[in-house]
């Protein structure tokens, strides 16, 4: 059983940035991250390959969050800039075991989740 450790979220003012950072258990993941906003569905943010080769980006993200890896640590990050209070949501990272290289955006192709980490933006 893979486990996943979020942390990173907090309270930060529109502008600002926050980092996130998503641990697991073993290595060789493809990894993504999720948010759900309060009354919303879950949507994908970001998605990166098990090597670190191939990233995929939201549309309402690209050019100021970053997905990156630290294969290392077994450690994915979500660097977030320039936040908007639309960005507010519990934010999940998750994994799939895979070595093909392929990124994942469809949150049923993940086999497991993270606990969750609330980021709120303030205006």
């Known amino acids: 059983q893979v486990q996943l450790v979020e942390s990173g979220g907090g309270l930060v003012q529109a502008g600002g940035s926050l980092r996130l950072s998503c641990t697991a258990s073993?290595?060789?993941?493809?990894m993504g991250w999720f948010r759900q906003a309060p009354g919303k569905e879950r949507e994908f943010v970001a998605a990166i390959s098990w090597s670190g080769g191939r990233t995929y980006y939201a549309d309402s993200v690209k050019g100021r969050f970053t997905i990156f890896g630290d294969n290392a640590k077994n450690t994915v990050y979500l660097q977030m800039n320039s936040l908007k209070p639309e960005d507010t949501a519990v934010y999940y990272c998750?994994?799939?075991?895979?070595?093909?290289?392929?990124?994942?955006?469809?949150?049923?192709?993940?086999?497991?989740w993270g606990q969750g980490t609330q980021v709120t933006v303030s205006s």
């Open positions: 998750a994994a799939r075991e895979d070595y093909s290289g392929i990124v994942y955006i469809a949150g049923a192709r993940y086999d497991y």
């Open positions: 073993l290595s060789r993941y493809a």
